[in-house]
């Protein structure tokens, strides 16, 4: 069993950065796939990015070339910078991971077995 813990998310200013992080434990953390997902008020909760074993990266459109996500397999965290925040990029941010989830399957959540908390950000001047 898996167990997720994301922290850093907070107030910040458009065109700000924040860094979240994602400390896993109880797993082989190497193996694992790792995500962000956000859910904003009254929407579906939404891929953000996706690092693979490999460290391969993935990330959803809206977010490319601001958001960087890597992982560090020695501390079993991944995390996610954030820069040049938009209002739209609100919400609570998830953390999620799976040892068994096919290339295909990363962008939907219904394929991670695994999930934090949740860490709000919230983007307004």
């Known amino acids: 069993q898996v167990q997720l813990v994301e922290s850093g998310g907070g107030l910040v200013q458009p065109g700000g950065s924040l860094t979240l992080s994602c400390a896993a434990s109880?797993?082989?953390?190497?193996?694992?796939?790792m995500a962000w997902f956000r859910q904003a008020p009254d929407k579906e909760r939404e891929f953000v990015a996706a690092?693979?074993?490999?460290?391969?990266?993935y990330y959803s459109d809206s977010v490319k070339g601001r958001f960087t996500i890597s992982r560090d397999n020695a501390k079993n965290t991944m995390y996610l910078q954030m820069n040049d925040l938009k209002p739209e990029d609100s919400g609570v941010y998830y953390c999620?991971?799976?040892?068994?989830?096919?290339?295909?399957?990363?962008?939907?959540?219904?394929?991670?077995?695994?999930w934090g908390q949740g860490t709000r950000v919230t983007v307004s001047s």
């Open positions: 109880g797993g082989s953390f190497r193996r694992l796939t």
């Open positions: 690092i693979r074993y490999n460290s391969a990266t």
């Open positions: 999620a991971a799976d040892s068994t989830i096919i290339l295909s399957s990363i962008f939907g959540s219904q394929h991670y077995d695994y």
